[in-house]
């Protein structure tokens, strides 16, 4: 079975993520896609603007801190190993696995360049590029998504930051298939994940990405033994959010939640 993944350059919490599944299948990876981590119709200000305006400007120098930290130690992991990677571009180099970095995913040229990979699976893992037609159809086992929440219960952006501002005990993840609505496929797997009185939004995203990892190798074992079975995602029962706004901060913080 070969595989393709597609997700956007983050430095602390995916690489981890990548990490233990590509030591589980690395001869099944024939590529992976590396996206902009921005929105569709957003620019670069435009995203940072929007989070100051949600989160607050300090919010905003810390994780601009934390970018940065993680950018050097990505340059001198280079020429030392540190034990751990700080981007997908030097973890697919380590591991020779061929990297793609498409300004848009659905665009003609770059499905050209995917159906001469052949995939039989294309794994989404938090892009933020919506998936069309034309390439949810291009694999032969069609193409899924680990998202962090008990679909359907927090579609969309954030859902860690949701559950929290909403006071939830608990929250999950799910593996699910890619349809033509956000995070509206059909559910493979879904795995409950305890939220700690002490959680912040970066340790649950870690917590998540760590039982993904899991979740997501068992369901490729079942692709592998052709035991896949999948549920319709009861979207009558869920709900949908989208990047929160100053007043959803302020609730998430009146929970006694902090960001790190």
Known sequence: MKIVFVTPEEPSILPPFFEKVIAARREKIVGIVVVSPIYKNATWFSQAWRFIRAFGLWEFLVE????????????????????????????AEFHRIPLYQPQDVNAPAF????????????????????????????????CINVHSSLLPKYRGI???????????????VTVHYISKGIDEGDIILQEKVEITPEETLHSLMKKCKEVGANLLLEVLKQFEEGSVSALPSRLEEGSYFSFPRREDVRRFKAYGRRVR
Request: glycine content about 8%; charged content about 20%; hydrophobic content about 45%.
């Open 64 to 91: 601009g801190f934390f970018f940065g930290y993680y950018k050097i130690l990505d340059a001198v992991s280079r020429f030392v190993l540190l034990g751990r990677f700080y981007s997908l571009k030097r973890l």
């Open 111 to 142: 499905l050209d360049t995917l159906r001469r990979l052949s995939p039989d699976l294309i794994i989404s893992v938090s892009p933020p590029q919506v998936f069309r037609e034309s390439l949810i159809e291009l694999p032969t086992f069609g």
């Open 158 to 172: 954030l859902p860690t930051f949701w559950v929290l501002a909403n006071g939830e005990q608990e929250t999950g």
